[in-house]
């Protein structure tokens, strides 16, 4: 089954850098396009940043230029860099991907980033 492991969040003080990392299973990564997604408490769950199978990629007006995203096929891995955090930016970010055969959404279980003095 379609899996995602997070991994790299934590504490940064505003205006540091993160990265977070997700691992992929379970579906032929390199035919996906895949999201970063994130939530913060009490407010609905916003996309952030996605690669497309080409290598493409997009941004949510509230991050670019600070944020990039990265794919390695050869891991099944997508990155996040993150740059100049804010503490807007904390939130639960999660991988996903959509599966148009099965019309699913699938989700990682998410890893907590908190930019806070």
């Known amino acids: 089954q379609v899996q995602f492991v997070e991994s790299g969040g934590g504490l940064v003080q505003p205006g540091g850098s993160l990265t977070i990392s997700c691992v992929a299973s379970?579906?032929?990564?390199?035919?996906?396009?895949v999201s970063w997604y994130r939530q913060a408490p009490g407010k609905e769950r916003e996309p952030v940043a996605t690669?497309?199978?080409?290598?493409?990629?997009f941004y949510a007006d509230s991050v670019k230029g600070r944020f990039t995203i990265s794919r390695d096929n050869a891991k099944n891995t997508v990155e996040l860099q993150m740059n100049s955090l804010e503490p807007e930016d904390t939130a639960v970010y999660s991988c996903?991907?959509?599966?148009?055969?099965?019309?699913?959404?699938?989700w990682g279980q998410g890893t907590q980033v908190t930019v806070s003095s």
């Open positions: 996903s991907t959509y599966d148009d055969s099965t019309s699913s959404r699938y």
């Open positions: 379970g579906f032929t990564f390199s035919n996906a396009r």
């Open positions: 690669v497309g199978q080409d290598g493409s990629r």
